[in-house]
């Protein structure tokens, strides 16, 4: 299974960036996605979450500025970020609870990252 993050890169203070996370592999079942980030200096923080069900939870740091959403059809995770700012700036990561099939038995429960997408707020 692979994550494949895209979309960061340098915006403006008060801008707009949407990242994408496509998953792909031998996926049984998505439960959860999630966008983490991590600042230079700081450990990696739950930005937003998003379950099968379709509800999700965004940190009170991006509540109203971000939002996440998903496209179960294509295993795609989205984050809309809009009104950046300079503390917004890190590595964001995408995030899978899932299970993937194998040639042996059931599918095997797991969680995958992305690469990483590096986002850069200017003031």
């Known amino acids: 299974v692979q994550l494949q993050a895209s979309g960061g890169g340098l915006v403006q203070a008060g801008g707009s960036l949407r990242l994408s996370c496509a998953a792909s592999?031998?996926?049984?079942?998505?439960?959860?996605m999630a966008w983490y980030r991590q600042a230079p200096g700081k450990e990696r923080e739950l930005v937003a979450e998003?379950?099968?069900?379709?509800?999700?939870n965004h940190a009170d740091s991006v509540r109203g500025r971000f939002t996440i959403s998903r496209n179960s059809a294509k295993d795609t995770l989205y984050l809309q970020m809009n009104s950046l700012n300079v503390e917004d700036t890190a590595v964001y990561y995408c995030s899978a609870e899932l299970a993937y099939n194998t040639d042996y038995g059931a599918p095997v429960r797991a969680r995958s990252w992305g690469q990483g997408t590096k986002v850069t707020v200017s003031s």
């Open positions: 592999g031998r996926i049984s079942v998505i439960n959860a």
């Open positions: 998003i379950h099968s069900a379709g509800n999700t």
